[in-house]
């Protein structure tokens, strides 16, 4: 199994790389927030030093932590349901369902296990600068003395393989259930598109707790004396609700592509071949829609949180208003970094294991740029369904807060950067389907 294993990496490089990538840069920003919180906990560091680290290393960590791991399992859920058609023979000739999990498991472990190892060493040094960050800007003493160590960095390495085995092992038990030749047919027919019932239970008990937390705004924190009582509740709403339809996206994918499918399709046989594509193939294509819609309603909603609370405090600012803000802008940050990150290495590993399919649309006719065409067409579809869903849920957090600090349902300023936002979002999106098209090569040769 570990030659085959070995072997098989090879063959899929470019989809392995994607989850390779995923895993590096998980454990280096994971690790990275976690020395903080080791470094709090430093002889010699007062108790506001180690309050603000502490705050820095759990509470915005623990949000790049959240969006790092879905991230993580996603694209390696994709590298692993792109190849239950090869499980699937495997298990014809002679592989045991067992066995076939074992080498799936396998494969993770190789690649996880050394990009978990190399991200923690890449976390040190980022760390270090994450302190020297905060000490420059006046939230901690120049005194505090870094001090991260095996233990942070140890526990994020730790923490990224073993969410990658546990998404692995989840995946390839999925693909090996029922009869080899079902699993076949079925992964040739582009998937059954059923979600586990577990992760539709998650998705709506974000999605309501996010919801909740707005009313609870609205109701409650929106009279309090302290004026950031508002912010703490309502902050993390868009988060929550764009994180919760994230895990829902397989399915909203297939629902809302079908709908779309009569206005794309009057673009030609590239529109229609596209509503096509994305439709059936919403379990892979979901994959992608999900940073899509994290990264447009964690950044709609935070920034739009910001600039409110600049509009309506001003020069009442305190410090600790101030920090509230630091965090909230490295939060969008990270997670708009990340999410980016995860489009572009999605898009890479679900385009990787197409190869063949668009090699047999050549076959059949097609032109490479028809092919090109589909694929952009079946991107444009994910990035507006994406958009939409992301500034759906960024009003969770938006509205809330803007009826808390008496601007109504609509913020009286910054209306000119949601639309920013989504341009970006949406040209991000057709360039990495762009790149991962043109990495497959010439699309010529016999098609398996």
Request: positive net charge; contains cysteine.
């Amino acid at each position: 199994m570990s030659m085959l294993a070995l072997a098989s990496l090879r063959h899929r490089r470019t989809a392995f790389t994607a989850t390779f990538l995923s895993a590096l840069l998980g454990a280096a920003l994971i690790g990275a927030f976690a020395t903080l919180a080791q470094t709090a906990t430093g002889a010699g560091v007062s108790d506001a030093d180690a309050e603000t680290l502490t705050i820095m290393g759990i509470v915005v960590g623990g949000w790049g932590s959240l969006i790092v791991l879905f991230s993580v399992a996603s694209t390696l859920g994709i590298t692993v349901r792109q190849r239950a058609e090869e499980i699937g023979l495997l298990r014809v000739v002679g592989a045991t369902p067992r066995q076939a999990g074992r080498l799936v498991l396998a494969e993770a472990s190789v690649v996880t296990v050394v990009a978990a190892v190399l991200g923690a060493a890449l976390a040190w040094p980022a760390g270090f600068a994450l302190l020297a960050l905060l000490r420059n800007g006046g939230m901690v003493g120049d005194d505090v003395a870094y001090g991260g160590g095996v233990a942070a960095l140890g526990s994020a390495a730790l923490l990224v393989v073993l969410t990658s085995l546990v998404a692995a092992a989840v995946t390839a038990r999925r693909t090996t259930n029922g009869p080899a030749t079902l699993a076949i047919a079925d992964a040739r027919a582009g998937g059954s598109g059923r979600m586990p019932w577990w992760r539709t239970a998650i998705g709506l008990v974000l999605v309501a707790y996010g919801l909740g937390m707005a009313v609870v705004t609205i109701t409650v924190t929106a009279d309090q004396d302290d004026p950031y009582a508002a912010m703490s509740t309502s902050g993390s709403s868009s988060i929550l609700v764009g994180v919760g339809l994230a895990v829902l996206s397989p399915v909203l994918l297939r629902w809302l592509a079908r709908l779309c499918a009569p206005a794309v399709g009057r673009a030609g046989v590239v529109g229609w071949l596209a509503a096509y594509n994305t439709s059936r193939r919403s379990q892979l294509l979901g994959n992608v829609l999900a940073p899509v819609i994290v990264l447009t309603s964690a950044a709609v909603g935070v920034l739009m949180l910001v600039g409110i609370d600049h509009r309506t405090i001003g020069a009442q600012a305190t410090d600790e208003g101030d920090t509230i803000n630091l965090l909230n802008n490295v939060v969008t940050g990270m997670i708009a970094l990340f999410a980016a990150v995860m489009v572009v290495n999605a898009f890479a590993a679900v385009v990787a294991g197409r190869r063949q399919e668009l090699r047999r649309l050549r076959l059949l006719g097609a032109t490479t740029t028809q092919v090109e065409r589909s694929v952009l067409a079946e991107a444009g579809i994910v990035a507006g369904i994406g958009v939409l869903l992301g500034l759906v849920a960024s009003l969770a957090t938006v509205v809330p807060f803007a009826v808390a600090r008496d601007e109504g349902v609509v913020p009286d300023g910054q209306l000119w950067l949601p639309p920013l936002l989504v341009a970006a979002t949406v040209a991000l999106t057709l360039l990495a389907a762009r790149s991962a098209v043109h990495r497959l090569g010439p699309l010529t040769g016999a098609a398996r």
